[in-house]
């Protein structure tokens, strides 16, 4: 199987990718974060940095896909490749942060890609609302971060809305984080595993 973690920045995708990855005995795959040579610059200077930014996790979640299909053992991932581009590069041409031609060249080679890539088995998307995301960004004190603007984040969340409202592409589970701790509160995450075991059966049925 292949599931995939979705949702903005600081939703928890990648904490909760981590417990289901364990609670499952998952291969977990995560985004190219820590070692990704545009991400600091490009909070600095969206504007300079952003094709660089999304051609590098473009290449890197397809490079990522293709190892997921050829693998023999299910597999959970830590955001999709939809979201690279009809989220953040959508919304960083729509904030004139890239360019006009940068995004077709863009698109382009996104296009060239998901010909090639089959979607997840279960898609997970995590909801949360502005509140929660700082909160957690605050939490995780990540250096590089402390520049995002709440009305990036903002419009972040309205092309996710818009995605997920039309996602027909697989199973697809909404998990409300607005209320939830699934790190101290063991209850909360019992209740979505509970959730994905529900959607599991299904895939197999």
Known sequence: MHIAVSGNIGSGKTTLTEKLARHYGWKAEFEAVDNNPYLADFYEDMKRWSFHLQVY???????QITKIRQSEISVIQDRTI????????ANLHKSKLISERDYENYLSLFNSMINLVKAPDLLIYLKADIPKLVGQIEKRGREYENSIRIDYLKNLNTHYEDWIGSYDKGKLLIVDVNDLDFVANPEDFSAIVGRVDVEIHGLFS
């Open 82 to 89: 939809y979201e690279d581009a009809y989220i953040f590069a």
């Open 57 to 63: 996790f473009l290449n890197s979640r397809f490079n």
